[in-house]
């Protein structure tokens, strides 16, 4: 069985499969974690003025992820779809994210990752309500 993911999705899966076949991790942020950071970060500027010296753009702390992990939470039927196919334009993408950050301001102003990949993986899969495998 192949899958085709087209549009939005079909790129950030393709960018998913490129950067972990370039980088041996990568950080990511599940959505409801961004979109707590978005809303803590309109709802309460006074803090930003006192630690951020009104800067209001952060790079978020992110749970670290590696292709083996991948592999195993997405089971191994999953994980037989998987083919990294070489594209230079997403590898130079890629290739230009760091592989992890350092976030002090973000966590001082409380803003946490993920606890780990898997956590990420079941947020996402229980907003679609994809049951896990």
Same mark, same amino acid.
């Given at each position: @069985?192949?899958?085709?993911?087209? +549009?939005?999705? !079909?790129?950030? +899966?393709?960018?998913?499969?490129? /950067?972990?076949?370039v980088r041996d991790t990568l950080a990511l942020n599940g959505e409801q974690?961004?979109?707590?950071?978005?809303?803590?970060?309109?709802?309460?500027?006074? $803090?930003?003025?006192?630690?951020?010296?009104?800067?209001?753009?952060? /790079?978020? %702390?992110?749970?670290?992820?590696?292709? /083996?992990?991948?592999?195993?939470?997405? !089971?191994?039927?999953?994980?037989?779809?998987?083919? %990294?196919?070489?594209? $230079?334009?997403? =590898?130079?993408?890629?290739?230009?994210?760091? +592989?992890?950050?350092?976030? $002090?301001?973000?966590?001082?102003?409380?803003?946490?990752?993920?606890?780990?990949?898997?956590?990420?993986?079941? =947020?996402? @899969?229980?907003?679609? +309500?994809?049951?896990?495998?």
């Open positions: @069985m192949r899958i085709a993911i087209t +549009g939005a999705a !079909g790129f950030l +899966g393709q960018m998913l499969v490129t /950067a972990l076949s974690r961004r979109i707590s950071a978005i809303i803590a970060n309109d709802i309460s500027a006074e $803090p930003l003025d006192r630690l951020a010296r009104l800067r209001r753009v952060h /790079a978020l %702390p992110g749970a670290l992820s590696d292709p /083996a992990t991948l592999a195993r939470l997405a !089971g191994p039927e999953t994980a037989a779809l998987i083919r %990294p196919a070489p594209d $230079p334009a997403t =590898e130079a993408i890629v290739a230009s994210w760091p +592989g992890g950050i350092d976030t $002090p301001r973000a966590r001082a102003l409380g803003f946490a990752p993920n606890a780990d990949f898997a956590e990420l993986l079941r =947020e996402h @899969m229980d907003r679609r +309500g994809v049951a896990a495998a």
